[in-house]
């Protein structure tokens, strides 16, 4: 053996990161493949928003109320800003802010969750019945009580749905969780002795990471749900900023007079929704092992 | 029963001719079964044996009509008492399923229903099949424990599956195959998961219950020993191909095939003994239990010394993993004291600095839960490298491709993930894991007691091989006698967290020995097709003796 001596032969990965995604989107079904284009599109469109509308976010282009026209492709709102425009604006609201959430609520429920599992005793007594009182209560309700408390700003609307989205993330990481901990690889990183992080984010998430990633696409909608839904309400996301359901909102009144305006951004919504699901079904299948036909 | 009257002796009951089966896996066919004749006659054991991986357990089943899910019959012909079983319908089949041929599988603990009575599942493929009345079948079944030789045979079936022990649930399997008296019965790996001493139990019940009702049988098995005690005719299998057949004694005096010859020399291998006052661990009075409660280790006094291999034996329940826990820190000893390289070792793990924790490396005995799936060789191996020595980037990497090559794989294995690779393979990379920590001692546990004969017997040679270069010492923790004769330098027999005996091999393996000592050589299974026999007549006239 002179391999002491020799240069470090590097060794290339077998089959490459970009490899593999290439295989999996050949095999992707129909559904998952119309769920990534819509999701691509929705992120071009809130990415590229101040590009792609015609207009700018609460510029006011025209009378109020008008109807689908040359200029105004979707018609205008009650003070006479662009729908089109707000609508692709409100991509970038709505979406922006229902990510930012969902990955915080990830982020505290899921190492809170690995870390229950992995110690059990106290620690996870304490925190799985706290969990389990703010689990007693609607999220909704319990939002709306907690933003008349502290306050409507975006900032806290942001945690205080991610801290109530983190009981469900913790409830499944814990669950999942459990299953890995008890594996022999866990007992021999602590054998070795590895720290606490280690074994949590370098042993144990990469194990439960697929129905973390799941769960995360139905938390997403989830979340992007309940904004839309507070904002409907008047307590989410405020004015001038577009998102889509202080639209809906907004208009709802139309809808009385057979105009469409309110159909739009709850579309957008419901299609936005619809794609991700998809997607997670597709991803879930993949994981699961589960094969049909064979 | 309808077929009683056609029970003859001797006459063609299963005649599989051509048979292939194919396996879907990474997108393709591949074959698995390519192209077996098998035939068995009324009244006769047939063994199978071979490799994990040798298509004897698709075979098994195949002989049922069966394919499992991912599995499909590509070809050849199934006949089971002049009914085309590939041609059969699927409602046809399933008659004949569970009330003319039946199987046994390896877990009895995985195939019983946990949430009721044993002998409602016993009793059930009978009642189902409309071949008794309930309280017909209840009576039936009591007969059969009886004849299994189950303790209590008027209750036993009143109690939970997870209220008996693995060796009697295994019978009471046996029981509800045979409720309805088929003519076929295949025990796929039966006594595989039980200890030596039940083995014993289990083979002469099933043994004998076959015999009685004339019942023919495929046996499934690696252990040759075991089919020699099992089968009239052996046929060994490779790669799904058939490598010799023949009558067992036939067999087992002259095999023909090198594979064959092969599967016999595993046996073989030893180690001679050598003895060294030089003690790296010594565990002294120590007692420990789980929650306080029973004490699982009973004042227990081990020594090991350097660069020697001590081997940990007795059956399941007989404290030596916990042993293991204890040495480690993860159980701390309630008393007694654990010492390494004379100075006492701290309790808890929590309290070891990471110099004795490197010296100590842990073997488990299943590969695919002590390696993370997730993780890549690469940094599998590389993490005790980067995390006890700093060796980082290049000087990892390169030193990963070192340890690869001495557990003679290359460096095409450094991106790899541990379910691309063999169990062999798997228990290698284990291996090497370990010993990138540069430990003195390597608690082995059951290393090689999820892998085939062969396999084993390569593993333990390299475990010698790193031995002698590195000077480590083991503390092998095994329930199988021919791996001990095969490695240790020392023994110790435990038996209910006691310490039985422990001495040199030689004197361990040499009368006379302790009665629990006995127990445990005698029930290892020979290669001697009388051994059976030989040794139930023994015991029962010792039973008699004592009465």
Known sequence: MNTATTPVRTIKARR?????????????????????IVILLYAICAIFAPLLAPYGESEIVGKAYQLSSAENWLGTDQIGRDTLSRLIFGARNTIGIALITTL?????????????????????????????????????????????????????????????????????????????VVMDYVESAKLRGEGMGWIVFKEIVPNILPPLITEFGLRFCFVFLTISAL????????????????????????ISFGRPAPLYPAAAIALLTVAVNFVVDWFLHKTSGLRDGH | MVTDKKRVKGEALLDIKGLKIDGFSDDVWNPIVKGIDLTLKRGEVLGLIGESGAGKSTLGLAAMGFARPGCRISGGSIMFDGMDLIAASEEQRRALWGSRIAYVAQSAAASFN???????????????????????????????????????????????????????????????????RPDLIIFDEPTTALDVTTQVEVLAAMRDIVEQFDTAAIYITHDLAVVAQMAHRIMVLRYGNLVEESATRAMLKAPTQEYTRSLWAVRKLQKPESISDD??????????SYSGAVKVLDNVTVQVPRGRTVAVVGESGSGKSTLARAITGLLPPSRGEIYFNGKPLPRELKDRDKDTLRR??????????????????????????????????????????????????????????????????????SIARALAAEPEIIICDEVTSALDQIVQEEILSLLMRL??????????????????????DEIVVMHQGKVVQQGPKSQVLSPPFPAYTELLLSSVPEMDPDWLTGLLAKRSKKAKVSA
């Open chain 2, 279 to 288: 003690i790296a661990l010594r565990i002294h009075n120590v007692d420990a």
């Open chain 2, 114 to 180: 946990p949430a009721h009575h044993i002998i409602d599942q016993t009793v059930e493929t009978a009642v189902a099949h409309n071949i008794m009345t309930r309280e017909k079948a209840e009576a039936d079944a009591r007969d059969l424990y009886k004849r299994l030789q189950l303790p209590k045979p008027d209750t036993i079936g009143d109690r939970f599956p997870h209220q008996v022990s693995g060796g009697q649930l295994q019978r009471a399997m046996t029981a509800m195959a045979m409720s309805c």
């Open chain 2, 360 to 429: 100590i490396q842990m073997i488990y005995q299943s590969a695919d839960t002590a390696l993370n799936p997730r993780q890549k060789v690469r940094d599998i191996i590389g993490r005790p490298l980067e995390f006890y020595l700093g060796l980082k980037g290049a000087d990892r990497d390169r030193r990963v491709v070192e340890l690869l090559e001495s557990i003679e794989l290359n460096e095409s294995y450094i991106d790899r993930l541990p379910g691309e690779m063999s169990g062999g393979q798997k228990q290698r990379i």
């Open chain 1, 231 to 254: 904002s409907f309400l008047g307590v989410g996301i405020q004015p001038p900023t577009a998102d889509w359901g202080s639209m809906v909102a907004e208009s709802k009144s139309l």
């Open chain 1, 104 to 180: 915080l609520s990830f982020l505290i429920g899921g190492s809170l969750g690995v870390l229950a599992a992995l110690k059990r005793g106290l620690l996870d007594q304490g925190i799985s019945r706290v969990v389990d009182a703010f689990l007693a209560i609607p999220v909704l309700i319990f939002a709306l009580m907690m933003l008349a408390v502290v306050g409507k700003s975006l900032i806290n609307l942001i945690i205080i749905l991610a801290l109530l989205d983190a009981t469900r993330v913790f409830r499944l990481s814990r669950a999942v969780a459990l299953n890995s």
């Open chain 2, 467 to 488: 031995q002698k270069k590195t000077n480590v010492s083991y503390l092998f923790i095994t329930h199988d006698i021919a791996t001990v004769r095969a490695i240790s």
């Open chain 1, 16 to 36: 490459s990161v970009f490899e593999n995604i290439r295989r999996n989107l050949k095999t992707a079904p129909l559904t998952a493949w119309f769920g990534m």
